[in-house]
């Protein structure tokens, strides 16, 4: 059996990941070896039968006797371990959750619902370096990927609502953190039906500035409220989420010419379930029976939810949503702008299909 070290098992998207591997019995397929870069030593995960203890994460001779190493454990381990074990002459296979080497030209973005073929190709060809996607474009192309198949696709407008998870473990705390805050501040009068609503709102917002409302991670208030950019600036007053979602879709679906992808990035207060309004332009009008179709067809995940606002409301949100593999997408229709625009509003669990469980099919592909 292939070894498999698992790095970073530990934090949330790690979490996920021993979660996922459990429930479909992956650990049947290979012998893992779980690395971590401050409990060597330590107890390794239950997995249902015994396996060495920990190993030191950092140990290039221990890292290079793996046949494939798995990494949640972030972008800063990713750029000082990748390098040192390639230099070292290790020829594994390296599946990544950080971004740090998603846009390397000798790296493929992992999403195989929707590019197994570019995998398989780039398998053959002696890929070795195989990245998940950022969670926002991985979970959008789950949804249509349908629709670039077809290749109706002249550009996507992507206006998102991003959970507190894809933030960090620490900033979801912060959202539940700030949500008692809101809540305690309001209780008194929330408690008196005679109470006035203009009184519940100036007690919430007088809340939201005062100094000691829980802002560390995110610097300002996201209950009750919403942060409009994601990650560091990059180019023309686009956000660093912005930017992957033109170059990530693109070379996840290795397009040639590029399709534009571009829109808002929106934290907002979903814990674990990124959410986007999208805009399509299609190349020509295509009746709408055939667009739900594409899109219902193109992965065992995506449902499509018909445009009622019973199964909307039900249906297209975090709260029904979390924790689940399904990748619904409603709201389906032609805007007034002309046939050829469709409106669409999909969601997703950014710690499933946005994070972990491409990385844990990478490790069933390379093993098949
Ligand atoms: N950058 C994403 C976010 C996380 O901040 O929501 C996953 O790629």
Known sequence: MKNVGIVGFR???GSVLMERMNAEKDFKFFEPKFFSTSQAGGKAPDIGRETEPVGNA???????KLDIIVSCQGGDYTTQVFPALRQAGWKGYWIDAASTLRMEKDAIIVLDPVNRAVIDKALDAGVRDFIGGNCTTSLMLMAIAGLFQQGWVEWVSTMT???????????????????????NAAASLLDNPASAILDIDRAVTTTLRDPSFPVTEFSVPLAASLIPWIDKP????????????????????????????????????AMRCHSAGLTIKLKRDIPLADVENAIGQSNDWVQVVPNTKEESIRKLSPAFVSGSLRVPIGRIRKMKMGPEYLSAFTVGDQLLWGAAEPLRRMVRIILE
Request: glycine fraction near 12%.
């Open 161 to 183: 609502y991003q959970a507190a998870s894809g933030a960090g473990a620490k900033q979801m705390r912060e959202l539940v953190a700030q949500m008692r805050a809101v809540g």
């Open 234 to 269: 990059v180019e023309d007053g686009q956000s660093r989420e912005e930017w992957k979602g033109h170059v990530e879709t693109n070379k996840i679906l290795d397009l040639h010419p590029a399709v534009p992808v571009d829109g808002n990035c929106v934290r907002i207060g």
């Open 58 to 64: 950092n140990d290039i001779e221990s890292l290079k």
């Open 11 to 13: 934090g949330m998207v």
